[in-house]
């Protein structure tokens, strides 16, 4: 079984400040690894996914993760954030074969304050 | 770009009342998935669904829950006797089919209650 630990329930940040968000995982097989964004009133939607290679990934609107296997971590970041980067960011790991159900973690609300 | 919907996108029924929950995943993806989201929660799977069958379902997927893809483009939901704790947001996904193909989301609905 697969299990997602999201630090940080809450980030407030000032807008064109730096954000991580944090993320650490636990499986006894390989997994692939997901951040989706949810923004307001929307579903989710992908921002990036590592299922093997370089350690860093690079998604859409500025965002990248580097995976870390020996501190089982999948740290979100962006250099300079907007105040549309407001909203709900999920970390979440499946499996890499099989059915691949996605096991989420708690999710982490990012605030941006002008 | 093609797009998961969700119909209603609000339900609101009494308790042990039937609900259908409406989904079009993308056409060409062979993977069917729901996940639901109770408030403050975390985002939790509930079945995945390939082939006409059920792949994998959770332990939150019990015999009150069934799935069905009753014709070539909608697949469904069903609750068969609502309890106040199945108020919820429910999320529909699909995926193509290789093992590398991403989960897409639709909007979600929310399914209240009473």
Redo the contacts between chains.
């Keep these: 079984a697969q299990s997602v630990t999201q630090l940080d329930s809450q980030v407030p940040v000032f807008e064109e400040a730096p954000v991580e968000l944090r993320c650490n995982y636990s499986s006894s097989v390989s997994v692939?690894l997901f951040w989706?964004v949810q923004y307001p009133n929307?579903?989710?939607?992908?921002l990036l996914?590592y299922?093997s290679g370089s350690t860093l990934v690079k998604g859409i609107n500025g965002f990248e993760a580097e995976f870390n296997k020996s501190q089982t971590s999948f740290h979100l970041r962006k250099p300079s954030v907007h105040i549309s980067d407001t909203a709900e960011y999920?970390c979440?790991v499946s499996e890499?074969?099989?059915?691949?159900?996605?096991?989420?973690?708690?999710?982490t609300r990012l605030t941006i304050n002008p | 770009e093609p797009e998961v919907t969700q119909t209603p996108s609000h339900q609101v029924t009494q308790m042990g009342q039937e609900v259908i929950l409406r989904c079009v995943p993308i056409s060409n993806h062979l993977y069917f998935y729901w996940y639901r989201q109770i408030l403050g929660q975390k985002v939790e799977f509930l079945v995945s669904f390939y082939n006409n069958e059920i792949s994998e379902k959770s332990e939150i997927f019990d015999d009150q829950f069934s799935v069905e893809r009753p014709d070539g483009s909608n697949f469904t939901l069903k609750i068969r006797s609502t309890k106040l704790e199945d108020s919820a947001m429910y999320f529909c996904a699909s995926r193509y089919w290789g093992w590398t193909d991403t989960q897409y989301f639709g909007p979600g609905t929310r399914l209240t209650v009473l």
Excluded at chain 1, 42 to 46: E, I, T
Excluded at chain 1, 100 to 106: E, S, Y
């Design positions: 692939y989706y929307q579903g989710l939607q992908l996914k299922l999920f979440a890499i074969q099989g059915a691949q159900k996605l096991v989420f973690g708690q999710g």
